[in-house]
């Protein structure tokens, strides 16, 4: 479903050069669940970020259901179209209504009718468990509720994929809980998944495979049960004993 | 801290302070020999027409009808041809069945018209509201290609803007209309139009500018990373949050705009500017022409801010 061939991306500026993702390559396969983990300022926001071509690649290519978005001739528009995305800040649209957030896009991009685009919207707003909010504001309710009006907005695309970026760090520790469920209710449903995260037990829990990401470069790919069991690399290691 | 109870002697403070210098800026003006004729104002706003009527054939008075105030005489030339005119009752000059040659006056009619005052703030309003459509639009496109990163574009913008911001308004307006309006054979209603949109659209276009970059990245990439083209993630997400941030300091360019409007006075348009200066020269009432033209500009800037503050009420119901 994605595959990545040695992904590079280079930050230039005021004379510094900053190798954030350097020589990656990896592969998602349909239904699959990989979480990528790692310190901060390992590049893996940049890598995820990359998938959709949020950033541009600055060498190597990435493939989303075999089409290459680094390729010029790619409509992204349409390729994005497929790949949801949920942020760390949820970036909801705070001037529309919750409902709003998830039919405009459908309406914009997929050419759904009103009633077609509310129909999945709200059917969608009761999977997340806000139904009952479709007419508030995004800055009315709390943060795990946004977020998952956010993952509700990027379902409503029918996506073939979702990438998730940090999607539980800007939350307070007891909203945390409410999005990782959504999350492993999707993973369920056969969802292929993308998860950048610091949640060692989702990861645990979830993955399918976990990527774990140091100075731009994977450092250690394995199923969850190597990897928290058995750990090849000592940098892996030394990132476990930390954060466990 | 209780503010109701500390506010009072501030007010009366406020209230001394300026009645003291209502009291001084009266004391300074008795001094010099100056006599108020407020009584003469009003005319300049609306004053009772006087329209003579008078036949435009040779004929008679067929018939006289009257109607309240105001009477329909019928008047039939040699040649059979009828005309009815609507006189005022009291000045009919003429009676049934006398007969008139071409030029006689049959009566007169009276009419409230808006006086010099009334027309100048009106071309006043009209111009400023034509210029403000106009600076907006050109604002908004100057403001969009300074942020697509396409370096014509923003450069061509960037020249624009710093043209405009480092010249005079008043030396613009003398370009627009003596050189350019030459050249083009402009009129000078339209050189002075063009002239304050291209002023205030270069300060609107820093506006949009603003307005547009202060609105968060990802609101953005949210809308890209769902398929939503640039042009329409910028028409339905972004233009709509940075309008509403925009909306203090582009209103106060619009009331700019009205007050600099006063300049297109001396390219000859007849604006409220202009009609007090016409005033003064026949009434040698400079004062009162003056303060009643600023405070007829004070009442339209002040219903404009008012109306933009009911806007931004309006706007916040979804913060």
């Not at chain 1, 350097?22 to 300022?41: H, L, Q, T, Y």
Request: charged share 20%.
């Amino acid at each position: 479903m994605i595959k990545a061939e040695n992904v590079s991306k280079i930050f230039t500026g005021r004379g510094v050069t900053v190798r954030a993702v350097d020589g990656v390559s990896a592969a998602v396969e349909k239904a699959e669940v990989v979480v990528v983990i790692g310190p901060s300022g390992s590049g893996k926001s940049t890598f995820i970020r990359c998938v959709n071509s949020l950033e541009k690649l600055s060498g190597g290519h990435i493939y989303i259901d075999g089409v290459d978005i680094a390729n010029k001739k790619t409509n992204l528009n349409k390729i994005r179209a497929e790949v949801g995305m949920v942020f760390q800040q949820f970036n909801l649209f705070p001037h529309k209504t919750v409902l709003d957030n998830l039919t405009l896009a459908q309406m914009r991009v997929r050419k759904r009718s009103r009633k077609a685009a509310v129909e999945k919207a709200r059917m969608l707003l009761d999977k997340v468990g806000i139904g009952e909010k479709e007419s508030e504001y995004p800055s009315r309710l709390s943060g795990g509720q946004q977020q998952r009006v956010a993952i509700a907005r990027a379902l409503a695309m029918d996506p073939k994929v979702m990438l998730f970026d940090e999607p539980t760090s800007a939350l307070d520790p007891e909203m945390v809980g409410e999005v990782l469920d959504v999350m492993k209710q999707l993973a369920r449903e056969g969802m292929t998944m993308m998860v950048v995260t610091h949640e060692m037990g989702f990861a645990r829990e979830v993955a399918d495979r976990v990527l774990f990401m140091d100075q731009g470069k994977i450092v250690e790919v394995g199923t969850p049960e190597h990897f928290f069991k058995s750990p090849r690399e000592d940098r892996t290691k030394l990132f476990l004993k930390q954060v466990l | 801290m209780n503010t109701a109870e500390k506010l009072w002697p501030w007010k009366l403070l406020l209230a001394v302070i300026l009645i003291v210098m209502a009291a001084g800026a009266w004391g300074s003006v008795s001094r010099i020999d100056y006599e108020w004729r407020w009584y003469r104002i009003p005319q300049y706003f609306f004053y009772k027409a006087e329209d003579p009527l008078k036949i435009p054939f040779d004929g008679t008075v067929e018939k006289i009808t009257p109607t309240n105030s105001t009477s329909s005489v019928m008047l039939l030339s040699e040649t059979g041809e009828n005309v009815e005119m609507t006189v005022d009752t009291e000045t009919i000059k003429v009676s049934e069945g006398e007969e008139l040659f071409e030029g006689d006056t049959v009566g007169y009619h009276h009419e409230w018209s808006p006086g010099p005052l009334m027309t100048g703030l009106w071309t006043t309003m009209w111009i400023s509201a034509v210029a403000s459509v106009l600076a907006l639009v050109i604002g908004l496109v100057a403001g969009l290609m300074k942020v697509t990163g396409n370096y014509t574009a923003s450069s061509l913008a960037a020249i624009y803007v710093e043209i405009i911001r480092g010249t005079p308004l008043l030396v613009q307006i003398f370009i627009a209309y003596f050189f350019i309006g030459t050249v083009f054979n402009l009129d000078r209603i339209v050189a002075g139009i063009g002239a304050l949109a291209l002023f205030a659209g270069a300060y609107v276009a820093e506006i949009v500018r603003a307005g547009i970059q202060s609105i968060p990245r990802g609101q953005m990439e949210a809308a890209r990373s769902l398929g939503m083209s640039m042009p329409q993630a910028m028409l339905d997400i972004i233009l709509p949050q940075a309008f509403k941030r925009i909306l203090p300091p582009l209103s106060g360019q619009f009331i700019s705009l009205i007050k600099d409007s006063s300049l297109v006075s001396v390219i000859a348009i007849t604006d409220l500017t202009k009609s007090g200066r016409e005033i003064i020269t026949s009434t040698f009432a400079p004062f009162e022409i003056w303060l009643v033209v600023a405070a007829m500009y004070l009442v339209v800037t002040s219903v404009l801010s008012q109306f933009v503050f009911y806007l931004e009420r309006r706007l916040a119901i979804s913060d």
